[in-house]
């Protein structure tokens, strides 16, 4: 049950795509890979809810957890681009409650400390903007500014958004629509309307994330930064029209693959932001052993992961979305059957292959 389409010599995506669906225990996925000007591939296929009545359809999307970040990012960027933001103004000038002394740019790539609250929250707080933005200003951070890095797992969309609010007056999820997705006709959404949720996949497998955070090689700080507030491993939670509705830009963005895809290829194509701000958002801002999610060694760059590849966003869950610098390509699969990302890596190699591109 696979819908879309492959150009013509793309057919191995395709048949490594049918088998991923077919493997799918849950609900299905989606991909979408942009080269040379054109679709490679825009394929979806499984089911859309958990009790497998609703086919996945062209237009169905999926919240793909910390792939979100990157759209996050890309709403501030914009307003950077148009000089409301500078990089290197110090948050508090904008956001004066907020202890934590680091810069817009130390924010955007991770490397200010707020990753976790220091006492147990009720799960309401999550879903409650006002009452976490406070609870976030008034953390002591776990480091200070610029000395590490560590994912702001479950709160960078809320320390992003808050210093978006503050200087523009519209929530993330309005900046996003109106400056990002709407002008580049990208399906990606948050904090959903009626329409939207209408075509909203389960998460499947959520449970199988939290069994995940208790392996030996990850850090005890990961636990920590993603279950306090809980509700975002939370099958019923991050199912419920509640949460889809509300505004959690680390991790509860919605789309397509060909959304998150289409992001990439138009910053490749140097739409969106300019092309210098890009090439400075996807270079190393800083680098080193991610204190909550551990080795190897990694680099941010402003809102997206770095390497010498090129730059995106994984989810946990298994979803990515990536833009191949080297390669010149644009590449995404989005999951509701939560898992690793062999699924994807499957994907964007079968494309490598038909192209003579090395292995990853």
């Known amino acids: 049950m696979v819908g879309g389409s492959v150009e013509p010599g793309f057919e191995p ?32 296929g ?15 999307i999926v919240m793909p957890y910390s792939v979100t970040k990157a759209f996050t990012a890309t709403a501030a960027l914009v ?41 147990p929250a009720p799960p309401d707080l999550l879903l409650d903007w006002n009452a976490l933005c406070d609870r976030l200003a008034r953390e002591e951070p776990l480091w200070p500014s610029g000395t590490a890095i560590g994912e702001s797992a479950l709160f960078y969309g809320h320390l992003v958004g808050e210093l978006v609010r503050r200087v523009d007056g519209r929530t993330l999820g309005a900046v996003l629509r109106d400056e990002v997705c709407r002008p580049a006709g990208l399906d990606f959404h948050i904090g959903l309307d009626e329409e939207a949720e209408a075509r909203a996949v389960d998460l499947t497998g959520v449970a199988s994330l939290v069994a995940s955070l208790d392996d030996g090689d990850r850090p005890t700080l990961l636990r920590q930064a993603l279950l306090n507030p809980p509700g975002a491993l939370d099958e019923a939670t991050v199912n419920s029209p509640a949460f889809r509705r509300a505004e959690v830009p680390a991790v ?58 090129g730059f995106g966003m994984g989810g946990i ?8 610098t080297r390669d010149h390509y644009a590449f995404a699969f989005v999951t509701g059957t939560m898992g690793d990302h062999d699924r994807a890596d499957a994907l964007e190699t079968a494309f490598r292959d038909v192209l003579g591109l090395p292995p990853l």
């Open 252 to 309: 509860n963005g919605h789309g397509t693959a060909r959304a998150v895809a289409g992001l990439y290829a138009a910053l490749l194509a140097g739409h969106v932001i300019s092309p210098s701000l890009r090439d400075e958002a996807a270079t190393a801002q800083a680098h080193g052993i991610d204190r909550v999610m551990g080795g190897p060694e990694r680099a941010w760059g402003l809102g997206f992961g770095v390497d010498d590849e």
């Open 317 to 324: 869950g298994g979803s990515v979305g990536w833009a191949c």
């Open 13 to 44: 995506v395709r048949e490594v795509f049918q088998d991923v669906v077919a493997q799918q225990n849950g609900t299905g996925a989606a991909v979408a890979i942009w080269h040379d000007g054109r679709w490679a591939a825009d394929l979806w």
């Open 46 to 60: 499984g089911w859309a809810d958990s009790r497998r009545t609703r086919p996945w359809q062209r237009d169905s």
């Open 79 to 119: 307003l950077v681009d148009r000089g409301i933001l500078d990089l290197d103004d110090p948050v508090q000038r904008h956001w004066p409650e907020l202890r934590a002394p680091a810069t817009v740019r130390q924010l955007l790539s991770h490397q200010v400390g707020l990753v976790a609250l220091s006492e």
